[in-house]
T-cell receptor
Framework: QKEVEQDPGPLSVPEGAIVSLNCTYS??????FMWYRQYSRKGPELLMY????GNKEDGRFTAQVDKSSKYISLFIRDSQPSDSATYLC??????????FGKGTRLSVIA | GAVVSQHPSWVICKSGTSVKIECRSL??????MFWYRQFPKKSLMLMAT?????????EQGVEKDKFLINHASLTLSTLTVTSAHPEDSSFYIC????????????FGDGTRLSIL
C-alpha cells in the first residue's frame, strides 16, 4: 500500500462549480498536511498548510483533514479557468521529507 | 512572503558539459533546502536534502558525484549536474523551508534542463 493515494484524474468541471480533491494516507503518524498547486512548467505553489483535524479556509479554498479516517480534502468554490492546474497533496512526519500524492489534473471549462 | 527564486529557468547545453542551478530564498532564511526532479506528468521525486554548512543527504539511487549540491549560506543552495548527458534532461525544482519550526516547504519555479 502506498503511503498516500491521490486520484490522478483528469478532472474536468464547468466554471463556477465546486471542486473536491482528495487524498488518503496509510500512516497515522503523519502530522502535517499540505496542498500545492502546480501550473504547467512551474514549481508547486503552497495553497494550504494544516496540522490538525478540521477545516481551514482561505478565500475560495478550504482544506479539510480527518485524521481518524486518514483522509484529506481540498475544496475549491466558484472555480475559475485560472484554477486549471495539477493539485498535489503532501503529507509529512516531523522534519522528514514530504510524501506527495501523484497529483490531480484539473481543468475548469469556461 | 516565502519566495524561492530558482535560476536559470531553462538551459540547453551540449552533452558532457556541467550545469549549475541556483536556488535562493529571498525573504527568509532556509536552514534546509531540497532538490527534486520531475518527469512529465509525474509527481516530484526527491533527490537530496541540503542543510546549510553541511553535506547534503542524497536519496537512494541518486549519484552524489553526478549531482553536486552546495548549501553555502542560509539563502543559497546550488545543484551542479556534472558531465551532463541526455538522460539527465529533466525538470529540476528546489524548495526551501524557513528556519523556524514546523514550517512548510516553498518551491522555486523549476529549471528545465535539456542536454543535446
Amino acid at each position: 500500500q502506498k503511503e498516500v493515494e491521490q486520484d490522478p484524474g483528469p478532472l474536468s468541471v464547468p466554471e463556477g462549480a465546486i471542486v473536491s480533491l482528495n487524498c488518503t494516507y496509510s500512516n497515522s503518524a503523519f502530522q502535517y498536511f499540505m496542498w500545492y498547486r502546480q501550473y504547467s512548467r512551474k514549481g508547486p505553489e503552497l495553497l494550504m498548510y494544516t496540522y490538525s483535524s478540521g477545516n481551514k479556509e482561505d478565500g475560495r479554498f478550504t482544506a479539510q483533514v480527518d485524521k481518524s479516517s486518514k483522509y484529506i480534502s481540498l475544496f475549491i468554490r466558484d472555480s475559475q479557468p485560472s484554477d486549471s492546474a495539477t493539485y498535489l497533496c503532501a503529507i509529512q512526519i516531523g522534519d522528514t521529507p514530504l510524501v506527495f500524492g501523484k497529483g490531480t489534473r484539473l481543468s475548469v471549462i469556461a | 512572503g516565502a519566495v524561492v527564486s530558482q535560476h536559470p529557468s531553462w538551459v540547453i547545453c551540449k552533452s558532457g558539459t556541467s550545469v549549475k542551478i541556483e536556488c535562493r530564498s529571498l525573504d527568509f532564511q532556509a536552514t534546509t533546502m531540497f532538490w527534486y526532479r520531475q518527469f512529465p506528468k509525474k509527481s516530484l521525486m526527491l533527490m537530496a536534502t541540503s542543510n546549510e554548512g553541511s553535506k547534503a543527504t542524497y536519496e537512494q539511487g541518486v549519484e552524489k558525484d553526478k549531482f553536486l549540491i552546495n548549501h553555502a549560506s542560509l539563502t543559497l543552495s546550488t545543484l551542479t549536474v556534472t558531465s551532463a548527458h541526455p538522460e539527465d534532461s529533466s525538470f529540476y525544482i528546489c524548495s526551501a523551508r524557513n528556519a523556524g519550526g514546523n514550517q512548510p516547504q516553498h518551491f522555486g519555479d523549476g529549471t528545465r534542463l535539456s542536454i543535446l
